[in-house]
């Protein structure tokens, strides 16, 4: 919830890693499900980083947050999805990367009768491709590891 601080945004984003987790292990529906529970995910761990800068009762700064994710290939990824995703195109002045193209470039499904599908999603960034799912791990591992230099978890 708003006002909440930053532990509810941190909660949210482990909630969308299962969220991703389950689209790899099968849910039901079809593309466009899975598509919206990947997307979500690289929103809330991005934004992560303004509720930590915005919560009074921390001393995290957005510039810490922004040091971090500029800092880690799969955070500078997670950037880049959830501003594409956000503003329907990558701006090239918002790319982490460097590479206003990055976007996820295929999927592979199968589908599982009468249970759903499962996916695996990849991204495309700088000539290379990248499982969805190790960047959202990797993510929240560089994320926890931040949050517990700094005594917050």
Request: net charge negative.
């Amino acid at each position: 919830m708003l006002g909440q601080g930053w532990g509810s945004q941190w909660a949210r984003v482990q909630r969308r890693l299962k969220d991703v987790r389950a689209v790899y292990t099968g849910i039901p529906g079809g593309i466009d499900e899975a598509v919206d529970r990947v997307l979500c995910f690289f929103e809330a761990v991005h934004h992560l980083k303004d509720w930590l800068g915005n919560d009074p009762a921390i001393t995290v700064e957005k510039a810490d947050g922004d040091a971090l994710i500029n800092s880690c290939l799969e955070l500078k990824l997670c950037a880049d999805l959830a501003n594409g995703s956000k503003h329907l195109t990558l701006r090239p002045d918002l790319t982490r990367t460097g590479d206003p193209s990055t976007t996820i470039a295929r999927n592979d499904t199968f589908v599982l009768l009468g249970a759903g599908s499962t996916h695996r999603f990849y991204v495309a960034s700088g000539g290379k491709e990248y499982d969805v799912l190790q960047i959202a791990e990797d993510a929240v591992k560089e994320w926890s590891m931040f949050l517990s230099a700094r005594g917050l978890t």
